[in-house]
């Protein structure tokens, strides 16, 4: 293992983190994303199907947000809608105060692009490009010019300890490595939301532990992170914890941390 | 712009990743416009040898032949030019500064006459003429003198033979005062003209020339014999004038009623070079459009293998999309894709249809005239349109994938 990288992931938070943990959530912080009575409906095999029922939700800025439910619950579908991939049937969606319940998919993708980091579960990096080249791509559709890039996508790998990995394509890279990369990728443009689709789920344990505390140092940094995932322990290192079942939130509480 | 920029690196980057696909895909394109570009040189190089065939005949010469409708061959009558209607042209029109008769033996169908040198047998083509032949066709003398007027006066046995006739028949590299029999005559070589060299693989320096009445003496049969009248007019704008007063006279003579056709022709190298630049003119037209089907076939390669590409890439695209890249992006990134493959394509097909020109002027013997710009421009446009309508599709199919399917593809 890169010693580096242990350097730029501490353990244990620091007792006197400016807006962290020990804050409460609500403390006078605007909304990042405001769910308004949004429904998403799906026709399968002629029966009409509620993945998400009137669902009312409110995050705020550098909140530390689990998602969970059993599958087909409707994580994936309030990930898609959260990060803008799909637009709801019903209802309206704020991001950042601003509603971006009708717009189109090229306004949808620019809202992407600015607002929304993403992290998967497969880790998503486009498999012919460098770790560099990866994390320079989504600054290349908000047209920063390629030096730019690179200084910017640099500092990002820096980030989440893997300056000395620019140049390696990702199948030289491991599970753990390829992740973080990804988190560079998401982090690079600066985004308001940093949402993960079981960011451990392809990770082992220990692997996963890293990834983990790297949200936990990014979280402290002043991030807002909503995770989905199935994973009890995941949401249980989060500190706010929303659970789905049938399109529905049925529990949303804070971990004691 | 730097959208453009962008997505041409993006573009190369992804022909890099696979370029023995791309070279496979282009293929297709590289065969269609290697056979233009080829089909081009050859047709430029063989017109070009052709028009200085012409022009060494003389743009101010006109040629008389006579002609038969085929209705007349076949009930058996063919038409001919004689003496007397050579000696009515000299005598009645003016304007003509040489005139000669051209006497070919039609001993056989191919009208060549077999020569005997020696030991060594061998054909050429045995033309009877005057000394006025020389000005006509421009010919020059490497070694002893070309035909006289005395030669033709006193009917001496004499001949003027051509460079490819010495090297056939095993001459001396000066064969005048040499001896060679013909249809069972010997007569003596008074001179051997400058070679012109080939023309179409055929050499134009294949003949022995006689004096007129020396050859008409060795056919006999006076009276059956077809000529042909060569002539120079002294101003080329006099040229139809004196035509039509040709015409006129031979009709006359040959006692043609109105209805009646001609039964001799008329031709001006001029007249020649023209009706040949349109029969090449439409062959190139013809094989260009041939050619064209062949660069579509091309294109819908390049569309079929652009498809799979997309399909492969369906993931890839997704994340694209997710992290933000607008319809265009993906659309721009698709098309130069394609749009480059068949750029590259037209351009390894010009570079190669360029060498199978060259080697073909080399086998044919003809010189190579160069890839002129209007195929080259031609090639690149053809090549670029096919790029842009057959990329269209596929691109326009990845711009509209859906990111939440397109990421959950496997």
């Known amino acids: ?257 | 712009m730097f959208i453009l920029v962008e997505s041409i690196r993006a573009a190369l980057n992804s022909i890099n990743a696979h370029r023995f696909r791309a070279f496979l895909t282009s293929l297709g394109i590289i065969v269609g416009v290697a056979s233009i570009i080829a089909l081009v040189c050859v047709i430029q190089g063989l017109s070009g040898s052709v028009t200085r065939l012409f022009q060494g005949l003389g743009t101010n010469n006109l040629a008389i032949t006579s002609f038969t409708s085929n209705e007349k061959q076949l009930s058996g009558q063919f038409a001919r030019l004689n003496p007397e209607d050579l000696n009515l042209i000299r005598e009645k029109v003016g304007g003509i500064s040489a005139i000669t008769p051209v006497l070919i033996s039609v001993a056989n169908a191919s009208s060549m006459s077999a020569l005997s040198y020696s030991s060594k047998k061998g054909y050429s083509r045995v033309l009877g003429t005057t000394y006025t032949y020389q000005k006509l066709s421009q010919m020059v003398p490497v070694h002893g003198r070309f035909l006289t007027d005395s030669d033709n006066r006193t009917r001496r046995r004499v001949a003027v033979v051509g460079e490819e006739v010495r090297q056939k028949m095993g001459m001396p590299a000066n064969p005048v005062g040499e001896y060679i029999e013909i249809n069972g005559e010997w007569v003596k070589i008074v001179g051997l003209m400058e070679p012109k060299g080939d023309a179409f693989g055929v050499s134009q320096d294949d003949y022995v020339l006689l004096p007129y009445d020396t050859m008409q003496s060795l056919i006999g049969n006076q009276n059956q014999s077809d000529i042909q009248i060569l002539l120079t007019v002294e101003d080329l704008t006099a040229a139809g004038e004196i035509r039509q007063r040709i015409t006129r006279l031979l009709r006359a003579s040959h006692k043609l009623e109105d209805n009646q056709e001609d039964d001799f022709k008329i031709q001006s190298p001029e007249q020649l070079l023209s009706s040949f630049s349109d029969f090449i003119n439409a062959i190139t037209y013809f094989t260009i459009g041939m050619v064209s089907i062949s660069l579509l076939v091309g294109g819908i390669g390049i569309m079929n293998i652009m498809l799979v590409s997309v399909n492969e890439r369906t993931r890839e695209i997704g994340i694209c999309k997710a992290i933000g890249a607008k319809r265009h992006h993906i659309l721009l990134q698709f098309l130069l894709e394609a749009l480059i493959l068949c750029l590259l394509g037209g351009l390894i097909g010009i570079l190669l249809g360029y060498g199978i020109g060259t080697a073909a002027a080399h086998a044919m013997n003809f010189p190579l005239s160069g890839v002129p710009a209007w195929a080259i421009g031609l090639a690149f446009g053809f090549v670029s349109v096919v790029g842009v309508v057959f990329g269209m599709l596929p691109a326009a199919k990845a711009a509209n994938l859906d990111p939440i399917v397109a990421l959950r593809y496997e």
């Open chain 1, 1 to 257: 293992m890169n010693p580096e990288r242990h350097a730029a992931v501490p353990d244990a938070p620091a007792p006197d983190t400016p807006r962290g943990a020990d804050r409460p959530p609500q403390a006078g912080r605007k909304d990042v994303i405001v769910l308004d009575r949004v429904v998403k409906r799906f026709v399968m095999g002629g029966e009409e199907l509620r993945a998400l029922d009137a669902v009312d939700l409110r995050i705020r800025q550098n909140e530390y947000v689990a998602v969970t439910g059993a599958s087909g619950s409707g994580k994936s579908t309030m990930m898609n809608i959260l990060g803008c991939l799909d637009r709801p049937c019903d209802g309206r969606y704020l991001l950042n105060g601003a509603d971006v319940t009708g717009l189109n998919q090229n306004e949808l993708a620019e809202i992407r692009n600015r607002e929304i980091g993403f992290i998967f579960q497969s880790f998503n990096l486009i498999p012919r490009i460098s770790s560099l080249g990866n994390v320079m791509q989504p600054l290349l559709y908000r047209g920063v010019v390629h030096a730019e890039r690179k200084r910017l996508a640099t500092q990002a790998l820096e980030r989440v300890g893997l300056g000395a990995r620019l140049q390696h394509m990702p199948n030289q890279l491991s599970g753990g490595q390829r992740q973080r990369v990804a988190i560079a990728r998401a982090l690079v443009t600066t985004p308001s939301i940093l949402l993960a689709d079981e960011p451990t789920g392809n990770l082992d344990s220990s692997t996963a532990d890293q990834i983990m505390q790297l949200f936990d140092e990014l979280h402290k940094a002043g991030q807002t992170i909503i995770v989905v995932t199935h994973e009890p322990d995941i949401a249980a290192h989060c500190h706010r914890v929303i659970q789905l079942k049938d399109g529905r939130i049925v529990q949303d509480y804070q971990n004691a941390h």
